[in-house]
């Protein structure tokens, strides 16, 4: 099986559906389902002209990611490959520093704007947590992903490289992320701090955040769940968007609890998926989601959204036409800049309150 395109090119993104591969009952014989004919989607009209040349660019390097069953460093290499040269692409936009550290006893990458923090900044920090289906995405998925918050926001952010599978299961990635935590309370207040990831990040932000109150630890003043949130993968999306972004049909979604990282997790476990607790769920901080309209994730997005709103918890969600899972990965698009100063201005809103 091969990683369906809008994974291809993400490379901190989640494992894509098992499209066509896994056999299943077909959810055409249900009452309730809907059988789609063939039928051919033009690309959004809605999204921008630099998207519209990426996403083909896509349908075609898509074709050359590595087999999703074949050795884990290849695939690795081939992720790390991709983002060292968003990374360049990255640093010529923004100047930053980077230092590779650890805290806690976990490796961490220090990313800050090479003029100096920003002085509105200079209290606060924001935590990364790098996507990449807990399989691939350390250093270079990270700074993909901090240095555009780095440059723009003026924030030191400090990625950190969790544990993952196979060679890990849960909760590793959540006891990593809660080491760098307690460092960091030594030296800033709680409402100082932001915790913010993308697609497997996105979860892992949601279950570290989970584990932080649930160990009575003072919560984060906001949180970034971007491309994954509070539960697992469903929905509506989770069998349109694949075939919206060149994959066939789905009749098997995957789930979280498929990836290796995930051998031996309960379903109902709120400390995987913290949907499973609404009471939990409303000890949240203001929460920030970003999804696309073809990204698999895009519904259960929408249903965390609701969740946190439901709850009472002060949460944003914002959805691009035409974009696919982890569309901000490349920094060319105006879709991916819109996506940065709204992630900078949720955190300027929101931390030290």
Request: proline share 7%.
């Amino acid at each position: 099986m091969r990683i369906p395109v809008f994974l291809a090119l993400a490379a901190w993104a989640f494992v894509a559906s098992a499209a066509g591969v896994a056999p299943s009952t077909s959810t055409a014989r249900r009452a309730d389902a809907v059988q789609l004919s063939a039928s051919t989607v033009p690309y959004s009209s809605f999204a921008s002209a630099a998207s519209r040349k990426v996403f083909r660019r896509m349908l075609e390097q898509g074709r050359h990611a590595p087999p999703l069953d074949g050795p884990i460093q290849a695939s690795r290499a081939y992720y790390a490959k991709i983002n060292r040269v968003r990374v360049q692409v990255m640093r010529k936009r923004w100047a930053v520093h980077i230092e590779r550290s650890t805290l806690g006893g976990v490796p961490v990458q220090i990313v800050t704007p090479a003029a100096g923090i920003a002085r509105a900044q200079r209290d606060r920090v924001l935590v990364n947590l790098h996507g990449g289906a807990f399989l691939w995405g350390a250093r270079y998925g990270g700074l993909v992903e901090s240095i555009p918050l780095a440059g723009l926001g003026g924030y030191k952010v400090i990625s950190v490289d969790y544990r993952q599978g196979p060679e890990h299961v849960f909760p590793a990635a959540s006891e990593d992320v809660e080491a760098v935590y307690r460092v960091l309370l030594k030296r800033y207040k709680a409402a100082d701090i932001g915790l913010y990831g993308c697609s497997a990040g996105g979860i892992l932000t949601a279950e570290a955040t989970a584990r932080i109150l649930v160990h009575k630890l003072p919560a984060p003043g906001a949180i970034g769940t971007y491309c994954s949130s509070l539960t697992d993968l469903g929905g509506d999306s989770a069998y349109l968007a694949p075939m919206l972004t060149g994959g066939g049909p789905v009749t098997h979604p995957l789930k979280l609890l498929d990836l290796p990282y995930f051998r031996g997790v309960q379903a109902d476990d709120p400390l995987a998926f913290p949907a499973n607790d609404p009471k939990l769920v409303a000890r949240f901080p203001p929460t920030l989601l970003i999804t696309g309209t073809r990204d698999f994730t895009m519904s259960s997005m929408v249903y965390s959204a609701n969740l946190l709103e439901r709850e009472g918890v002060d949460a944003e969600l914002h959805v691009w036409n035409g974009m696919w899972h982890a569309f901000f990965s490349d920094p060319g698009m105006p879709e991916s800049q819109q996506a940065y100063a709204v992630m900078v201005r949720f955190f300027d809103r929101h931390l030290g309150h």
